[in-house]
């Protein structure tokens, strides 16, 4: 969650991607970075929180996410241009 708010900082688009067991720790992490509303995506079970993954479940979660990623990116970057 820091990574992404950091670049973001920086002026680079980002996505960070947390799992539904580590939300209680992003959401602390946003308070704390002064960035309570900064929005993410949740990734739930099958997939483990360790991120121990086969090639197909990292496969098949990557075409699950592409959607998205690709949305919040195209959304923060229209709403940062005022548009």
Avoid: C, F
Wanted: net charge neutral.
């Amino acid at each position: 969650m820091r990574d992404a708010i950091e670049m973001e900082w920086a002026g680079v688009p980002s996505v960070a991607v947390i799992h539904t067991a580590l939300a209680g720790s992003a959401n602390a992490m946003k308070r704390l970075s002064g960035v309570p509303d900064y929005p993410y995506i949740l990734v739930d079970y099958p997939y483990v929180p360790t991120g121990v993954w086969t090639p197909e479940e990292i496969r098949r979660l990557a075409k699950e996410l592409a959607p998205q990623v690709i949305s919040h990116l195209t959304r923060r970057a229209t709403s940062s241009n005022g548009t």
